[in-house]
Nanobody, 124 residues
Framework: QVQLVESGGGSVQAGGSLRLSCVAS????????MAWFRQAPGKEREGVAT????????RYGDSVKGRFTISQDNAQNTVYLQMNNLKIEDTAMYYC?????????????????WGQGIQVTVSS
């Protein structure tokens, strides 16, 4: 079993930056893909970015391309989400997720392990 703990959230003004971290513990060798999702009040959970833990290949949601970067430090079992040029519509609870499958996906159903989530608030 893999456990995920997020950190680095908070409040920032529009145009600012934040970096989220997700530390994985437990059966980390079984996680083939790590991802970040987000969910705003009243909206469905949305895939933000995902990374293959083996190849480093990444994939991004359309709304964050060019602004967010997912990266990893496998020695530290940590995945990061660097968020630049933040917009008010980026305000949401952000979740780290892991899966042991075979697909680089941004779909919620492909992920079987989730962190507790961390709030990101962007104000004008």
């Amino acid at each position: 079993q893999v456990q995920l703990v997020e950190s680095g959230g908070g409040s920032v003004q529009a145009g600012g930056s934040l970096r989220l971290s997700c530390v994985a513990s437990g059966a980390t060798g079984k996680r083939n893909y790590m991802a970040w999702f987000r969910q705003a009040p009243g909206k469905e959970r949305e895939g933000v970015a995902t990374i293959s833990t083996r190849s480093g290949v990444t994939r991004y949601g359309d709304s964050v391309k060019g602004r967010f970067t997912i990266s990893q430090d496998n020695a530290q079992n940590t995945v990061y989400l660097q968020m630049n040029n933040l917009k008010i519509e980026d305000t949401a609870m952000y979740y780290c997720a892991a899966n042991g499958g075979l697909t680089l996906s941004l779909l919620v159903n492909y992920y079987d392990t989730w962190g507790q989530g961390i709030q990101v608030t962007v104000s004008s």
